[in-house]
């Protein structure tokens, strides 16, 4: 009787302390799972989360806020970093995933920072389970280096790349940005207020043709020059013509320069401005000798034009057999 009264406590104790120790376990994540994710952390209870076993994992993100640390980084993505806790928290509410967020200061864990001989910050690190289904006996934590700002989203999508497959996790789910939308409307307020007070200014300049016809001309002019082509090429502006000048005009159908360009858009100009006045100014002067005159003028500033147009068409192509004088 006695050996099995020995042999009944002796089970029942062993019992106990398993039993003990992973409510332990299990309780610590309950504990810290109450808490706004992502909550902060001092060196007690940094080295209370990570400490073996655990059956949970945890991610801290170690950082330096303060303005005396001058890290631009730590203050942009602390919003991020919160985020991107809240949103887990919210969408698991019942702690399935088994993972925590935290964050420690660098002036609440300067030991810790040593320890992990962390010589910048922010760094993210994932401390994965030492006991489970998907647990790391070694325990080591993936480390996330902060090269430049990150977005809630990128850390999430690091964090799905080393947390357990085949689970659903949590997305983002970013907070109603009221401060932007008011900004919007009250925006598209005084717009709407500006173009209602100034429709009468507005509509003749808007509906007048003559505005129309000189964009529709200058718009004409510019890409039957060549302008995209010089975007497209990143050609140069002029060049060298080997003898110490400057050449204006590439030879080859397949070359051009930005000044090439603008001199061709202002013979364009011209003679469109030439051939508009014989059109429709010329005929309506009344004087004729005025009228005789306005048409020698504008006859030879549209020969003159026109024979350097086809000297410049013979610097391209150098085999164009025709010329007109004086050019």
């Not at 140069?236 to 070359?255: E, K, T």
């Not at 508009?276 to 000798?289: E, F, Q, T």
């Amino acid at each position: 009787m006695r050996f099995l009264r020995l042999l009944a406590l002796t089970a029942l104790s062993l019992t106990a302390a398993v039993s003990a120790r992973k409510a332990a376990t299990t309780s610590k994540f309950d504990t810290y799972k109450s808490n706004s994710a992502p909550f902060e952390l001092d060196e007690t209870s940094y080295n209370d989360l990570t400490a073996s076993p655990r059956d949970y994992s945890l991610a801290v993100l170690l950082t330096a806020r303060d303005a005396k640390y001058a890290c631009g980084i730590c203050r942009e993505f602390d919003q991020e970093w919160n985020i991107l806790g809240r949103s887990w928290q919210k969408g698991d509410r019942s702690g399935q995933s088994r993972i925590l967020f935290a964050t420690l200061d660098f002036d609440q864990g300067r030991n810790v920072f040593m320890k992990l001989q962390l010589q910048t910050a922010p760094v993210l690190l994932l401390y994965p389970p030492t006991t489970g289904a998907h647990a790391k006996p070694d325990g080591q934590p993936p480390r996330l280096d902060f090269l430049g700002p990150q977005s809630a989203e990128a850390v999430h999508g690091w964090l799905l790349r080393h947390l357990p497959p085949g689970q659903n996790y949590p997305s983002i789910v970013r907070p109603i940005n009221y401060a932007r939308i008011g900004v919007t409307v009250t925006v598209l307020l005084g717009v709407f207020t500006f173009l209602t007070v100034a429709y009468p200014y507005i509509m003749p300049v808007v509906q007048n043709r003559n505005l129309w016809a000189g964009l529709s001309l200058i718009m004409i002019l510019l890409f039957t020059s060549g302008h995209m082509f010089n975007h497209i090429r990143k050609v140069p502006y002029v060049a060298g013509n080997g003898r110490g000048g400057i050449s204006y005009f590439a030879g080859g159908f397949q070359n051009q320069y930005g000044m090439e360009t603008q001199i061709v858009a202002g013979m364009y100009a011209l003679l469109a401005f030439a051939a508009i006045n014989l059109a429709l100014r010329v005929p309506r002067i009344r004087d004729p000798k005025t009228q005789q005159a306005a048409v020698i003028i504008w006859a030879a500033v549209l020969f003159g034009m026109y024979s350097f147009l086809m000297s410049i068409f013979r610097i391209k192509n150098g085999g164009y057999p025709f010329w007109l004088p004086p050019f």
